[in-house]
């Protein structure tokens, strides 16, 4: 199993080994090129991610070309071949489907130019690092709080994507989780697509409020912060409120529906933007034939709730 790193070792040899060391020497160096290609560059953990990323690029003086495929598998790998014939030096890819991600990243590869994956990438053998949360940890954790706060019984909703490898394993670990109570059922399991995922998770809560009378549904666990936040709507215009979501990504929108006790009642907060800085440093490292650059790097991550919010205004841990 790859050897994964914790969030303190991480810190330790950033700032120690790579933030003044990289610094130091990428100094002097000359007409490095960054590239980045987004799977959505409109959302705000893309955003946040590519911040970290501009943000780092700039203190060492790299340059960074950015090319969003907006959820466009076909476009992404056109991405990929822009960049291949701009020659840059690092191609730094900001999520992602694992299948259809595994030829660009060997392309880019067999071009000699590192690769770097924000947000997944274990199994794309291409991929030389990856900056990561544990997904599937941050599934249980999840799940885990959901079960404590429905005193462990009760039917829940799911809403999950496959599609993704970060969904996936987060799904993956609430099944776990699950399958270990057994007063606690899955009643509908849906996958919500990426767009629209808001108000299709609504409209879907509003049938399943109509199907299950109220004791029949104790709350929804979704694999994205958007069906949980669309889930919360309905159920608090039907004024179902005995049922509560939960999520996973740390939005504003979804910190501030917790603060306002609407029955979104956690969500789980990442670091994009660290994410970002690190992996400009990686890639670095990788341009200069570092061989010592691990595969995967994690970040920690918290579940925010009523109980432990950031100020207003504050993402907290997921852009610091």
């Not at 990243?105 to 900056?131: E, H, P, W, Y």
């Amino acid at each position: 199993m790859t050897k994964k790193i914790n969030l303190l070792l991480i810190s330790v040899l950033l700032v120690i080994g790579l933030i003044l060391g990289v610094s130091t020497i990428a100094s002097a160096e000359e007409d490095i090129t960054i590239g980045v290609v987004d799977w959505a560059a409109w959302h705000w953990w893309n955003k946040a991610a590519f911040d970290g990323i501009k943000e780092m690029a700039d203190e060492l003086g790299f340059k960074v070309t950015h090319l969003d495929s907006n959820i466009d598998h076909v476009k992404q790998g056109a991405n990929v071949d822009t960049l291949i014939t701009k020659k840059v030096d690092s191609i730094i890819f900001i999520i992602g489907d694992e299948v259809a991600m595994k030829p660009m990243a060997q392309k880019a590869r067999d071009n000699g130019i590192a690769t770097v994956f924000i947000g997944g990438g274990t199994n794309i053998l291409g991929i030389q690092c990856s900056m990561m949360s544990n997904d599937y940890e941050i599934g249980q954790d999840l799940a885990k709080w959901m079960i404590d706060k429905m005193n462990g019984k009760g039917n829940i909703i799911v809403f999950q994507n496959p599609s993704q490898d970060s969904t996936r394993s987060r799904y993956e670990g609430m099944l776990s989780v699950v399958e270990s109570n057994p007063n606690v059922k899955i009643i509908e399991d849906r996958v919500q697509e990426w767009a629209g995922d808001r108000l299709n998770a609504m409209k879907e809560m509003e049938v399943f409020l109509n199907k299950y009378p109220k004791g029949e549904i104790g709350a929804v666990w979704a694999a994205w912060d958007a069906p949980a936040y669309g889930a919360a709507e309905a159920i608090k215009a039907a004024g179902r409120e005995e049922i509560f979501s939960v999520g996973i990504n740390g939005e504003i929108a979804s910190l501030n529906a917790i603060r306002q006790g609407m029955p979104f009642k956690a969500t789980v907060a990442q670091r994009p933007k660290e994410f970002g800085r690190t992996a400009v440093e990686m890639a670095y490292r990788l341009i200069k034939g570092d061989r010592a650059v691990p595969r995967e790097i994690y970040f920690s991550h918290v579940i925010y709730h009523e109980g432990n919010l950031p100020p207003e205004g504050d993402l907290g841990i997921s852009t610091e």
